[in-house]
């Protein structure tokens, strides 16, 4: 079916179930070979659906050879199936060999290089290290700042003078 012709798809399949057409679309199909060939196709399609109707309502039999045909189809299946232990040993070794990566992974991590001891050293140095400029940057009011005051109370702890002590 060509790309104009998906707008008649849905007429197409109700001409087909109800035996009648509309104008335009018995128009469509008197310009249109590739329509006209799927009507004719879905009405086959449609016949054949009928026919068969009566046999299942009346419940047909299966044919006679039908059970032969399956149980020899689950036979063959099964032989193609292997056996069952292989399966097992191949979950054994994967969980055996993931196991060793893993204890051997532990291991190195464990028993990694040593880093000689002035390295070591070094690196403590460079960790406590502060720049001559810190020293400019700290401020006396650090400390008040370091704690946060209650509510009403003040950063600040100036004492307060009362009437008495006047």
């Known amino acids: 079916m060509k790309n ?5 798809k849905d007429p197409l399949r109700e001409a087909a179930l109800t035996g009648t057409t509309a104008k335009d679309l018995e128009e469509h199909l008197q310009s249109c070979a590739n329509c006209s060939a799927e009507l004719d196709e879905i009405r086959a399609r449609a016949a054949r659906l009928d026919a068969l109707l009566p046999l299942v309502a009346q419940g047909a039999e299966l044919s006679a050879d039908f059970r032969a045909r399956v149980l020899a189809a689950v036979a063959a299946k099964e032989g193609n ?5 292989r399966a097992w040993t191949l979950a054994g070794a994967t969980v055996v060999v993931v196991t060793l990566l893993v204890v051997g992974v532990t291991s190195l991590r464990r028993n990694g290089p040593a880093i000689p001891a002035g390295e070591v050293a070094a690196a403590q140095k460079l960790a406590e290290w502060r720049a001559p400029s810190d ?5 006396p009011g650090q400390e008040i700042l370091k704690g946060m005051p209650r509510l009403g109370q003040s950063y600040l702890r100036v004492p307060v003078k009362t009437d008495e002590e006047e």
């Open 4 to 8: 104009a012709c998906e707008n008649w």
């Open 81 to 85: 199936r292997g056996r069952p232990w």
């Open 135 to 139: 020293g400019l940057l700290r401020t």
